[in-house]
């Protein structure tokens, strides 16, 4: 199956600071990919759409602002999350979508902000 | 917008028996549904997928039915093994559409030995 990647795996931040999140598609090209939050023992709550050079689509209560996303590239997205402060601590998942359904989830980033 | 249930919430099993996780959907126009299976600290993986012109579909021990007059699907996995151990999501979208999926709340399976 296709092959997504984070980095990091997990980071520790001040709060304050800006924290940027990689995500790559490994072995295609994804038209599309999308950003999820996950708190512990929760489900995955979609925060934004992005296609390859255009602008991001923020779900509904997502701060555009705090969370910048950029889809440069066919392969590689990017999530940084500015001014982080602890409420921001939480599990971010990405996901990258071919041409077809088929929606392939990275491993996840672990993000404490102190 | 789409709206997703998932029951139960949590599942013991006993290893070799069977178990099955329901969801149901609100849209009518949602034809793509995946089951993810989730462990702890890791991304979610694909296990399998439906779409809404078929009723059934099986991968060895696992199996997913959709009834869209119903709008609700299931997975069916057979004879647990303790490594099936782990939280699976539901999740639906309409296909072909630029939205991301809507997830289940999840169900915690756990496979006792």
């Known amino acids: 199956g296709a092959v997504v990647s984070q980095h990091p795996s997990r980071v520790i931040c001040k709060s304050g600071t800006s924290v940027k999140i990689e995500c790559r598609s490994l072995?295609?090209?994804?038209?599309?990919m999308f950003w999820y939050r996950q708190f512990p023992k929760k489900s995955l709550m979609l925060m934004a759409t992005?296609?390859?050079?255009?602008?991001?689509?923020?779900e509904q209560g997502v701060e555009k602002d705090k969370f910048l996303i950029n889809h440069a590239s066919l392969t590689l997205s990017t999530l940084t999350v500015t001014s982080a402060h602890p409420e921001d601590s939480s599990f971010y998942i990405c996901?990258?979508?071919?041409?077809?359904?088929?929606?392939?989830f990275g491993p996840g980033t672990r993000l404490l902000v102190l | 917008g789409e709206n997703v249930e998932q029951h139960p919430s949590t599942l013991s099993v006993q290893e070799g028996d069977s178990a099955v996780i329901k969801c149901t959907y609100s849209?009518?126009?949602?034809?793509?549904f995946p089951w993810y299976k989730q462990e702890l600290g890791k991304g979610p993986q694909l296990i399998i997928d439906?779409?809404?012109?078929?009723g059934e579909k099986k991968d060895q021990r696992i199996a997913v039915t959709l009834n869209k007059t119903a709008k609700h699907f299931s997975l069916h996995i057979t004879e647990t093994q303790p490594e099936d151990s782990a939280v699976y999501f539901c999740?639906?979208?309409?296909?072909?559409?630029?939205?991301?999926?809507?997830f289940g709340k999840g169900t915690h399976l756990i496979i006792q030995p």
């Open positions: 996901s990258a979508r071919a041409r077809g359904e088929t929606q392939y």
């Open positions: 072995d295609f090209q994804a038209t599309t």
């Open positions: 992005s296609n390859e050079g255009s602008k991001a689509t923020y």
């Open positions: 849209d009518s126009a949602s034809n793509y």
């Open positions: 439906i779409r809404s012109n078929v």
């Open positions: 999740a639906a979208r309409i296909r072909g559409g630029a939205d991301g999926l809507t």
